[in-house]
């Protein structure tokens, strides 16, 4: 077996198993500050920034996830993206994916799953997309016996028939499957070419009530809204992963749950801000 192997840890987050234990456990109280809303939890939406911004609430949402569910899943399908809207979904043909605890176990074959105009491209290059690899340590942290199924989905409607088909997946296997979508929010400023409001209090206004337009789209399963304002208004960076989710979801009766939201700016002021969110979704 040949691991995909990592390209972001020590960087974007801990390259040590010791380290990584470390870092979430200085999150507990945060991590632990809320109960958890009843329901089977289907699918969740998590923040991909480097851990120092937004690794306590990715940690946070998965933590409520494996409290709420009351088998953990034997599959977790992570959602990336960073594509352009006419891209096809991207998928992975390695066996497993490196990280510092240890190799998250794959399976090729998933990627047969999905025909037509959902057939994966399989990647086999090097890459250093963000979307996917920071999240791993985490969810493998929480579910430490799960399988993974990485996908990278294009902001468009491509995103909404996946989550047809995860749907299905999940009504129909006799896995316990759980969806793991990354996005980030509004990246506000002269650095991301984006100040609609210009910079000060006016700017952070626009960039939080921009971020909230996405995650109340998405909690009201409204995946035509979140396109718009994930692609056309900038809301959210890899508005094709959540989309998947939420389609999923909406088609398993599920409902949504604000978990918290906060920019980079609260954890490092500055003219620039990126939004960040964690939203779960429960099922029946």
């Not at 809207?85 to 799953?113: H, I, K, S």
Request: proline share 8%; aromatic share 8%.
């Amino acid at each position: 077996m040949n691991p995909r192997r990592t390209y972001l840890d020590g960087q974007w987050y801990p390259a040590t198993a010791e380290k990584i234990g470390a870092e979430i456990q200085g999150w507990a109280d945060y991590i632990n500050q809320k109960p958890c809303p009843a329901g089977q939890v289907a699918a969740v939406i998590v923040p991909h920034a480097g851990w120092c911004f937004s690794g306590k609430l990715a940690a946070r949402t998965l933590a409520r996830a494996a409290l709420n569910l009351k088998k953990p899943p034997d599959l977790t399908v992570v959602l990336g993206g960073h594509l352009p809207a006419g891209n096809q979904v991207v998928g992975y043909g390695e066996e497993a994916w490196a990280t510092p605890l240890g190799p998250f176990l794959m399976d090729p074959a998933n990627n047969d799953r999905l025909g037509g105009s959902l057939k994966p491209f399989i990647w086999s290059g090097p890459t250093d997309d963000n979307t996917i690899e920071v999240l791993l340590p985490l969810v493998k942290y929480y579910f430490p016996r799960t399988k993974l199924w990485a996908l990278r989905v294009p902001p468009s409607e491509t995103a909404v028939l996946l989550g047809r088909t995860l749907a299905a997946l999940i009504q129909n296997s006799e896995e316990k499957i759980l969806i793991v979508a990354s996005t980030d929010l509004t990246h506000y400023g002269r650095a991301y070419g984006f100040a609609p409001a210009g910079s000060g209090p006016e700017g952070e206004k626009f960039r939080q009530q921009n971020d909230r337009s996405f995650i109340e789209a998405s909690l009201a399963l409204d995946t035509d809204l979140m396109l718009k304002t994930g692609r056309q208004n900038r809301a959210a960076c890899s508005a094709g992963a959540a989309m998947a989710a939420v389609r999923a979801v909406s088609l398993l009766g599920g409902l949504g749950w604000e978990v918290d939201s906060y920019g980079s700016s609260d954890i490092m002021p500055g003219p620039q801000c990126v939004g960040y969110a964690g939203l779960e979704f429960t099922r029946p």
